[in-house]
Each structure stands twice: as C-alpha cells, then as structure tokens.
C-alpha cells in the first residue's frame, strides 16, 4: 500500500514539450507539496498546498503549475521545458501540526 | 545507475560501528530539526526530529543532539548495519498554518557502511 505515489518513475522528453506528472496520496493528509532534487542532490521546496492556498516559491518559473482536484492529488505541470528542468521531482504530503513529510519515489525528469 | 550525488560529503564506516553525521543550520528561528534519510532511487525518509528547545532526542539506534550556541545539528546512528547506506540530509522546519511544513534541506552525506 503506497502512501505516496508519483507517476511516472522516469520521463523522457524533448525540450520545448509540456509534461505533467500526477502524485496522490492515500494518507489522508491535508497538505502535498512538490520538491525538486538538483544533479548535486540539493532538495528545495517548489509548492506547498493544502485545500485553503496554494503557496509559491518565488524562484519556481511560472512554466510550472500545480493543480489539484481533491486533497488526496496534486499534479504537476510543465510547460516550455527546458534542458535546466531536468532533475528527480518528489512529491510529499503531512499531516497539519505534524512535522514529518512523506514522500514518494520521484520522478526523474530528462529534457533532451 | 547513480552517477549523481558522488561529490557529496561521504562518511565511511565499519559495520557494527557508531556513525556521527554532522550538520550547521542557518535559521535559529526554525520551529524543528529533523533528519532524513535516502536510499538510492527513493524518496526522502524521516528519521527522527528535534524540537527547537530541546538538547537531544533518542530514538532506536538514533541520537539527535542540538547545540543552539552554534547552530549545529547532530545524527548518531549506534551500531551501523549495511541497510544504513544512504544519503542523510538534515532540515529546519517551520510550521506556517497557510503553507504546512516548510522544509529546508542541508546538502546532504553519504554514508557508506562497509562489511
């Protein structure tokens, strides 16, 4: 029983191309967030949302959206990709008032 | 294969060994500490946390110790086992009511247990 999952594992694509990956989570837990994970492993925050906002990392291009249809879902999405997106995406959720964050497995992203 | 990450601080050990992980933070504002660890081709894992007003918390084979006066930030792991191997990262947390858990993550050591 996953409690995190990202689709896909692995995304292959050209640059220029728009892409989403989708993440859910069966924990019941009321904020998801996106983290990106650089070449040199440094992980950074991109989004955080909970059904009340959504909140933006100023440093995260507007190419990129997140959107979510119910709390247990939050996608996202890339638009003009460019070969500096490439990196492994997380997805993560917690529970309000609780400091541990899970995550999934990641999607490694490769703009070609 | 992992051809990233192989520049990160690495931390050699003996099986059966105790490891220490160190680690400076920035914020001493920051509500938690907290380490996780990853294993290679998986997300991020909690380890154990820290409030900021404590010194040390114990958790099983983990010690985390807190020194405010210099902002640093320890991992003891007590008899090393081969599954340790990983990438442990340290994290502030801040809890904001808008935004949930706002993580910042340290860059990162590799921990390589050696039979």
């Known amino acids: 029983d996953t409690a995190v999952s990202q689709t896909p594992k692995y995304l292959v694509t050209q640059m220029g191309n728009d892409k989403s990956i989708k993440c859910e989570q069966n924990?019941?837990?009321?904020?998801m967030y996106w983290y990106k994970q650089d070449s040199k492993k440094f992980l950074k925050i991109m989004f955080s949302?909970?059904?009340?906002?959504?909140?933006i990392n100023e440093t995260v291009p507007n190419r990129f959206s997140p959107k979510s249809p119910d709390k247990a879902h939050l996608n996202l999405h890339i638009n003009s990709l460019e070969l500096g997106d490439s990196a492994v995406y997380f997805c993560?959720?917690?529970?309000?008032?609780?400091?541990?964050?899970?995550f999934g497995q990641g999607t490694r992203l490769t703009v070609v | 294969g992992e051809s990233v990450g192989l520049h990160l601080p690495t931390l050699s050990v003996q099986e059966g060994d105790n490891s220490i992980i160190n680690c400076a933070y920035s914020?001493?504002?920051?509500?938690?500490f907290i380490w996780y660890k990853q294993e290679s081709g998986k997300g991020p894992q909690f380890i154990i946390d820290?409030?900021?007003?404590?010194d040390k918390r114990q958790g099983q084979r983990v010690t985390v110790l807190l020194n405010k006066t210099v902002k640093h930030l320890s991992l003891q792991i007590a008899a090393t086992q081969p599954g340790d191997s990983a990438v442990y990262f340290c994290?502030?947390?801040?809890?904001?009511?808008?935004?949930?858990?706002?993580?910042?993550f340290g860059g990162g050591t590799r921990v390589l247990v050696k039979p």
């Open positions: 993560a959720s917690s529970r309000m008032g609780n400091t541990e964050a899970f």
């Open positions: 924990l019941g837990h009321d904020t």
């Open positions: 949302y909970n059904n009340k906002e959504l909140i």
């Open positions: 994290a502030e947390n801040n809890w904001e009511e808008a935004a949930g858990n706002k993580l910042t």
């Open positions: 914020n001493s504002a920051s509500d938690y």
């Open positions: 820290i409030r900021s007003n404590m």
